[in-house]
C-alpha cells in the first residue's frame, strides 16, 4: 500500500473516556489472546492514564484507526506487572513504558505506526520524559529501530508465554 498524508487523514489526540470500549475492540484485533490486554485492564489505563493514550482518529469516519498506550514510571526496566496493574502510573515519572502500539489491519502499511510513535515521542519530550521503554517480539525488533529504538536484548518478560525483546528511545 502507498503512503498517505497522514495529516489529512487523521486527527492526533489524548483518548476520551467514551472512547476505551473502541480500544478494548482494536485491541483483540491487534494481539492474540493470550498477549491482548484485558477489557477490564484497557478500560482502568483509560481512567487511571488517559495522558498517556495517543489515538489516530481517521477524519472520514471519526473511529480509532490506532493508538499508543503506556504507564508513566521512575522506574527504567519493564516488568511484566505494568501490564496488569494501572496504579503503577507515576503522572510525573521520567520515563513510559508502552503497553501496546494496535494498529488496525486495514490501516497498516502506510505509515501510520510510525507517525503515532514520533507524535508521542514529541509529546512525552515536552513533558520532560528521559525515554520511552517497551518489549516486543523478535519479529517486530527491525520494525522499532526505524522508529529509533534501541535494542536492548531479551527482556524480562514472560508475558503471554511468549520472549520479548526490551527496546529503548531516548527522549
Aim: aromatic share 8%.
Amino acid at each position: 500500500m502507498e503512503e498517505i498524508n497522514i495529516e489529512d487523514c487523521f486527527e492526533f489526540r489524548q483518548i476520551r473516556p467514551d472512547e476505551a470500549e473502541q480500544t478494548v475492540r482494536i485491541e483483540q484485533i491487534c494481539f492474540p489472546p493470550n498477549e491482548a490486554c484485558s477489557e477490564k485492564m484497557m478500560r482502568e489505563r483509560v481512567r487511571v492514564a488517559p495522558e498517556t493514550f495517543l489515538v489516530a482518529v481517521d477524519r472520514k469516519t471519526g473511529k480509532i484507526a490506532g493508538f499508543l498506550n503506556g504507564l508513566a514510571t521512575n522506574e527504567s526496566l519493564f516488568r511484566d506487572e505494568f501490564f496488569t496493574d494501572a496504579n503503577l502510573h507515576e503522572p510525573d515519572g521520567a520515563n513510559i513504558m508502552i503497553l501496546g502500539l494496535d494498529v488496525l489491519p486495514e490501516y497498516r502499511r502506510r505509515g501510520l505506526a510510525r507517525a503515532i510513535v514520533s507524535r508521542y515521542a514529541e509529546i512525552e519530550a515536552g513533558r520532560g520524559r528521559k525515554q520511552l521503554i517497551l518489549t516486543c517480539l523478535d519479529s517486530k525488533v527491525k520494525m522499532y529501530e526505524k522508529m529509533g529504538f534501541r535494542d536492548l536484548g531479551l527482556a524480562n518478560s514472560a508475558w503471554g508465554g511468549e520472549q520479548w525483546h526490551e527496546m529503548s528511545r531516548a527522549l
